[in-house]
Nanobody, 114 residues
Framework: QVQLVESGGGLVQPGGSLRLSCAAS????????MGWYRQVPGKQRELVAG???????NYADSVKGRFTISRDNAKNTVYLQMNSLKPEDTAVYYC????????WGQGTQVTVSS
């Protein structure tokens, strides 16, 4: 059964931090690159960070130096540590394979506002 469950979002002030988690079913997670994506209403979903099977990490230019993607293979979980958050980081965040499969979880809302 395909499953992606994102959590950890919330309301945070500019400059703050959040850590997102994504529990993925083994059928998606095993031996597969994983990524975090985000979407703002009216815009296309965009890649935020990707973690390849070989261990390389790729980041969108807008989050380089502020976000870090990691994974725990034993727990089938991928994380996104977000520091120095900005209002423009406000979005619904999703995890998926990298590149994504045609299945999306419910996402987790991140709102950066004072």
């Amino acid at each position: 059964q395909v499953q992606l469950v994102e959590s950890g979002g919330g309301l945070v002030q500019p400059g703050g931090s959040l850590r997102l988690s994504c529990a993925a079913s083994g059928s998606i997670f095993s031996d597969r690159a994983m990524g975090w994506y985000r979407q703002v209403p009216g815009k296309q979903r965009e890649l935020v960070a990707g973690f390849t099977v070989g261990g390389s990490r790729n980041y969108a230019d807008s989050v380089k130096g502020r976000f870090t993607i990691s994974r725990d293979n034993a727990k089938n979980t991928v994380y996104l540590q977000m520091n120095s958050l900005k209002p423009e980081d406000t979005a619904v965040y999703y995890c998926n394979a990298y590149p994504p499969i045609n299945y999306w979880g419910q996402g987790t809302q991140v709102t950066v506002s004072s």
